[in-house]
């Protein structure tokens, strides 16, 4: 399995927006992609600001080809992504899953 870790920044009032944006628009294209897992979206205030991680899970790179295109390393982000956004990264990075540890829920 790999991680794909993204990071962006935005403000208190937007975090809700992009929330609903993902959840709306792009976790239901990634569910149509062979090889995509799952995902992840973390928040923390800092410095004045909402700073967002953005991780999903995948099969392979070439898994991940599938969504990026042939530069694994490129962030997608669309137009309407970007305006919910006061920052955002360009490259992302890819780690792979040595080890899992998860309890079941009780």
């Known amino acids: 399995m790999v991680l794909r870790l993204w990071s962006a920044r935005t403000t208190a009032a937007q975090a809700p927006a992009y929330a609903r944006y993902l959840e709306g ?17 973390l928040e923390r205030s800092a410095a004045g600001a909402i700073e967002i991680l953005v991780i999903t899970e995948w099969q392979a790179l070439e898994s991940i080809r599938r969504f990026s295109g042939d ?4 962030a997608v982000v669309t137009d309407e992504a970007a ?11 890819h780690f792979d899953v040595v080890v ?7």
């Open 100 to 106: 899992t540890d998860r309890v079941a829920d009780r």
């Open 25 to 41: 628009h792009v976790f239901p294209e990634l569910r149509g992609i062979d090889g995509y897992l799952g995902a992840r979206l």
């Open 83 to 93: 305006k919910l956004l006061t920052d955002f990264d360009r490259r992302v990075r």
């Open 71 to 74: 530069d694994l390393e490129h």
